[in-house]
């Protein structure tokens, strides 16, 4: 038996790994760690956009990719310098104790 | 002036000439008004000057006009103007009806207005307000002549309007006087409530005709066949507009209160202009009433109504002016009644000569008010007749002319309604000659009181004088009219149908004759002493009496049905709008929105993994909805 891998295993995979980094967004404290899941979610999306391209034969998903690349490079950049300018506020980058705007 | 009037038209005997002139008569008053308040507001010369240019430029008009229109039969209509259409239906002209109806009383309003503004230059001299009220009273006098010219209901409203709120400023043109700004207040509103009714008879003939020209109206109403019913609505409406202005029961109750403008302004309000205007309207629009057997009757008694009613009123007054307030209701309720009694030609000799006797009663009043610096307790005064001979001599013959002693001219029209009503309903036909004989008595008594017997106010007396002649000179060219006024007999011929008085039995106009003379006789007998006073009367009347002095508590009434009818459904509309419109309806979204706003505040916990929680949910509920439905 050929194992072709078909169009279904690439969105599986795609799938779980968004779950993954919702589940991390979700679970985890750390807003670092939040972050790089976020970064998960984004290639999770990435992954589905390349196979629907691939098995489609168009190249729009591709440049859909790059984009999304591009941008969630500016967004590392913005993200990452709040998280810093977070940190030498509150010395924490928890977000338990970002609550300061709740009722 | 010529010249400007010239360049219109060539053939300025009959041609062009007389249609300018019947704008410029029309609107000379208002240029007056318009260059006094604009421009010369602090030479008080020269606004007098204006005014009183204007009036008489107005009267020479209109004296033209009646002339050529009676002597030589010419008369001309100016071409109406376009002035307002709307869609196809309504269209709404600015004519002028110069028909023999309009001139006479054009000559009366602007004939009589003349003497009272040259009388108005002594009576007003020293007033801070000297050019404010020559201003007022050419509007006045504008509003008037538009009503008289008007050739469609429209139009005729528009001015009546106007009259309402000259008389408004008029009356209460001694503002910082609260009595004055009352009585301002008073007539205003009070006129308004008829108007209202007129209004609603316009528009309800409009349904019916779809034109407010009264000419196409006249041709128009026959072939219409409108019911009885419908036409004596409109009859009884257009009629509510005379009832307030001409100040018939039951909205006769501002015209007394009147009285606090100044005296002047009462002669013209009385006399010449708008308690004349319902009258004339009626006689304008006879046409429309005289089809209409309930709204005739109604008119009728009215008019009998207000005339025994206020002769009543007039005899227990203690003022000098109130007492002929008084009076002019009651003559206004005999033209009124003759209205009602299908004799529109009657009604407008009347108004004509009491105009000329009215405005000099009043004048007189206002000579002898001047004298006494501002009296007008008639029990102050008394012995006036030799210190003001000329102010006397007017007002007896007003007052003889007014109680209708022949060959004066109220003999003339009084006699021709009172035989008028003879001859279709004797009920009013005694109430009327009821307050012919009232009308006597407290003019009478009028004259006794205020120039025989000693004077009661020694002060007052000693420094009372002769007015200067700008005043007296106008009381003696009203008291000429008023002697002459009637003579003219034509004048009824000239409005339309032959007049009665010739077809009756000498008894009957003998009688008539003697009943003033009694109402006099009655009157010296009580009042004609040294020392007189209303004892007498008031023990025969009894408790009678106590009503009569409070007018029949018509005021009463009112101030009642304001504060509880009126009052009660202000409280409602108060409540309403207090607490349904605003607390429930304005209030209610206020604290809604915020009760709802306080608790979805609730959901911003501050836990961001809550909310990615949350967020992750809402997510895949939505794409299980989208793939799987």
């Known amino acids: ?103 | 002036m010529n010249h400007l009037i010239y360049m219109y038209g060539t053939d300025w005997g009959m041609g062009r000439f007389p249609i300018c002139s019947v704008w410029i008569l029309l609107f000379t008053p208002l240029v007056a008004t318009a260059l006094i308040t604009l421009f010369t507001k602090e030479h008080k010369g020269l606004s007098a000057a204006l005014s009183i240019g204007a009036i008489l430029l107005s009267f020479a008009l209109s004296l033209r006009l009646f002339l050529l229109f009676a002597l030589k039969g010419i008369q001309h209509e100016p071409h109406p103007f376009q002035w307002l259409v709307i869609g196809n239906s309504v269209r709404i002209e600015f004519g002028m009806t110069t028909d023999a109806l309009a001139l006479l009383m054009l000559l009366v309003v602007t004939g009589v207005g003349s003497a009272i503004h040259i009388y108005s230059l002594g009576y007003m001299k020293g007033d801070p307000g000297f050019s404010r009220f020559f201003a007022c009273m050419s509007l006045f006098t504008f509003s008037m002549l538009g009503i008289v010219i008007s050739s469609n209901f429209i139009q005729i409203f528009i001015f009546w309007e106007l009259v309402g709120l000259s008389s408004y400023l008029l009356i209460g043109y001694w503002f910082e006087k609260p009595s004055a700004a009352e009585a301002g207040k008073k007539a205003f509103l009070t006129t308004r409530i008829g108007d209202v009714g007129m209004m609603l008879g316009i528009l309800l003939l409009w349904s019916h005709a779809h034109t407010f020209e009264f000419t196409e109206l006249k041709a128009k109403l026959p072939s219409l066949d409108l019911s009885i019913g419908t036409l004596a609505l409109i009859g009884a409406l257009i009629f509510m507009g005379a009832v307030g202005k001409s100040a018939q029961v039951p909205l006769h109750v501002w015209l007394p209160d009147a009285m606090e403008g100044p005296t002047p302004v009462s002669a013209l309000i009385h006399a010449a202009t708008m308690v004349a205007a319902g009258v004339y309207m009626l006689c304008r629009v006879s046409w429309l009433i005289l089809p209409s057997e309930t709204a005739m009757w109604l008119i009728a008694w009215i008019g009998g109504i207000t005339a025994l009613m206020a002769a009543t009123i007039a005899i227990a007054q203690n003022d000098i002016k109130r007492i002929l307030a008084y009076s002019t209701l009651s003559q206004l309720g005999y033209m009124v009644m003759a209205v009602g009694l299908g004799g529109p030609t009657q009604a407008m000799f009347h108004l004509t000569t009491h105009a000329f006797f009215k405005a000099l009663l009043f004048l007189g009043a206002g000579s002898v008010i001047i004298a006494l610096h501002h009296e007008q307790d008639i029990w102050k005064m008394g012995g006036l007749r030799k210190k003001m001979p000329i102010t006397f001599w007017t007002f007896l013959i007003a007052t003889l002319a007014l109680a209708g002693v022949p060959p004066l001219s109220g003999f003339y029209s009084k006699d021709e309604i009172l035989l008028l009503a003879y001859e279709h309903n004797q009920v009013l036909f005694v109430m009327a000659v009821a307050a012919a004989f009232l009308t006597a008595y407290y003019m009478g008594r009028e004259v006794f009181v205020v120039f025989f017997g000693k004077s009661r106010d020694h002060h007052l007396y000693d420094h009372a004088h002769e007015s200067p002649w700008v005043m007296t000179l106008p009381l003696m060219f009203l008291a000429l009219l008023s002697i002459i006024g009637g003579w003219y007999s034509k004048v009824p011929d000239f409005l339309g149908p032959p007049h009665l008085a010739e077809h009756h039995s000498l008894l009957l106009t003998g009688g008539l004759i003697l009943v003033p003379l009694f109402g006099f006789l009655v009157a010296a007998k009580i009042y004609w002493k040294t020392d007189p006073s209303d004892a007498p009367v008031k023990a025969a009347l009894g408790k009678l009496w106590t009503w009569i002095e409070n007018k029949y508590y018509f005021d009463e009434l009112y101030a009642w049905i304001i504060k509880y009818v009126q009052g009660t459904i202000a409280t409602i509309c108060d409540v309403f709008d207090r607490w349904i419109l605003q607390r429930l309806g304005i209030g209610g979204l206020s604290v809604g929105t915020g009760l709802i706003g306080r608790t979805v505040r609730l959901l911003q916990t501050g836990s961001i993994s809550g909310y990615a929680f949350f967020f992750g949910l809402g997510a895949t509920l939505i794409i299980y909805y989208v793939v799987v439905r």
């Open chain 1, 1 to 103: 038996m050929t194992s072709t891998i078909t169009l279904n295993d690439y969105l599986i995979v795609s799938g779980l790994l968004f779950a993954l980094g919702i589940a991390g967004i979700i679970i985890r404290r750390n807003a670092l760690v939040i972050y790089m899941a976020l970064e998960m979610n984004l290639n999770a999306a990435n992954l589905a956009l390349i196979a629907f391209s691939k098995f489609n034969k168009l190249v729009e998903g591709q440049i859909l990719v790059f984009f999304i690349i591009a941008i969630a490079a500016a967004e590392v950049a913005v993200g990452l310098a709040i998280i810093v300018a977070l940190y030498r506020r509150k010395q924490s980058v928890s977000v338990d104790e970002l609550t300061t705007m709740r009722l």
